[in-house]
């Protein structure tokens, strides 16, 4: 990585990071702080050193920059929520008026900043010791900022031309795409390509798998991430067929990668909320369109209720949020229909109760009965001829 020629920690070197907005050459500025960075810190006070939160840090470093009379930022957030120049606007602006700042630092923000929506689309999975080793052996060189990516790169930017002018990477022969919404790239891609991991990790660790790339080669498996992109997802997406199902075989050809070890326990990190956020979103639009349920993507449900109530010392444990690993060591004698209904009910994991939804709670407990009578490969087996009837 020869890219970077300096870092400075905003919280060992608070002046310095505040120096860098009179820095006249600085004109872009990155963030990749998970969808838990981009979040308004109601505690977060202006002389705070640092101040809590980033959209806070950021706030701050922008009145710095304002006082400097030097002209704002082009803002690139590449965090994976919904309108992410906009969200990360919406929370510096919280704690400017916060701080009571004046009238004229709200003008500058607004006229000579631009908060763009950004979607990044590449699978990072980061290196195993004994790839960094081999690095290490190939180069002589031994590289703390080391990590493994797949070729494919996209990155869509929703901004004003102006800023294409200012950032011409297209030309540089980047991956780089600007568009005037980012919303139907970003819904395709998360709903099929996050929303896909989502929908097979569950199904393949109890599977036994343990990469994405073998899934792909697991003829019960593969028919499933199939029916549930081509059949259940696609289907609801916004953009036209055709470049979804293209998007769609070039997301399992991603996924088929005989270089890239994408671990599914990786991908299972939080699957509630990815469940909710990437998957949720398709059910409800099939059952609105088709008034029926998508099969496969309710199957996907019991999946994850099989995973997460999986008995201790059977695979590795599952991660998530402290309610939801609550819910199911409170729950482990109960069976699969019952289990269904109450993760089902609970709003607060849902933002609304699943049980509501017309035949979702009988389908996913017969699908949960199944895996765990049958074993998955069986289950998968039957929900794949259910689903065509
Ligand atoms: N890994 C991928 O394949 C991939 C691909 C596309 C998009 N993304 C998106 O990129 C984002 C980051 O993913 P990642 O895999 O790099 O995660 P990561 O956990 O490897 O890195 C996140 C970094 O953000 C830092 N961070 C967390 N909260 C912060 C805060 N409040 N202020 C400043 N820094 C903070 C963490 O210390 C960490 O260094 C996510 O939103 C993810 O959805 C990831
Ligand atoms: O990074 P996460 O944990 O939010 O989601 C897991 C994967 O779906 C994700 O990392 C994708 O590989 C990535 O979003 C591809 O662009």
């Known amino acids: ?84 120049g906009g969200t990360l606007r919406d929370c510096v602006l919280r704690h400017a008026r916060d701080w009571g700042l004046e009238a004229g630092f709200f003008r500058w923000l607004e006229e000579e900043n631009a908060f763009c929506s950004t979607l990044v689309d590449r699978i990072v999975t980061g290196y195993s010791p004994e790839q960094a080793g081999a690095v290490a052996e190939a180069t002589g060189l031994e590289d703390k900022l080391l990590d493994v990516a797949e070729p494919f790169a996209q990155w869509i930017i929703e901004a004003p031309e102006w800023v294409q002018g200012e950032f011409p990477a297209e030309q540089a022969g980047l991956p780089v795409r600007f568009v005037a919404d980012h919303r139907p790239y970003r819904e395709r891609k998360v709903r099929i390509l996050n929303g896909g991991h989502t929908v097979l990790t569950p199904a393949a660790l109890l599977s036994g798998h343990t990469l994405v790339r073998t899934c792909m080669a697991d003829r019960g498996l593969r028919n499933f991430l199939d029916g549930a992109l081509f059949q259940e997802i696609i289907p609801t997406l916004s953009l036209p067929r055709a470049e979804c199902e293209d998007f769609a075989r070039a997301v399992e050809e991603r996924f088929d990668n005989p270089y890239v070890d994408h671990r599914l326990m990786d991908i299972a990190l939080n699957s509630v909320s990815k469940w909710r956020a990437r998957v949720l979103p398709s059910v409800e639009a099939f059952h609105r369109r088709q008034g029926a349920l998508p099969l496969r993507l309710v199957f996907s449900f019991a999946a994850l209720c099989a995973l997460y109530s999986r008995g201790e010392g059977e695979g590795c444990p599952v991660r998530d949020e402290p309610a939801v690993l609550d819910f199911f060591a409170r729950r482990q004698a109960d069976g699969p229909e019952a289990l269904v209904a109450a993760f089902a ?24 009965a199944r895996i765990r009578a049958d074993g998955m490969a069986a289950a998968l087996e039957a929900c794949g001829k259910e689903a065509l009837k």
């Open 345 to 368: 009910a609970r709003v607060d994991f849902w933002g609304r109760d699943l049980t509501e939804l017309p035949g979702f709670v009988p389908a996913a407990g017969r699908a949960m």
């Open 1 to 84: 990585m020869s890219c970077i020629s300096r870092a400075v920690d905003v919280f060992e070197e608070y002046d310095a990071f505040l120096r860098t907005a009179h820095n006249p050459n600085m004109r872009f500025i990155l963030s990749n702080t998970t969808e838990a960075g981009i979040v308004y810190e109601p505690s977060s006070r202006m002389d705070d050193r640092p101040p809590a939160g980033f959209p806070a840090k950021l706030a701050r470093l922008l009145w710095e920059r304002y006082q400097t009379g030097l002209p704002g930022y082009i803002i690139f957030p590449c965090e994976l929520i919904a309108d992410n």
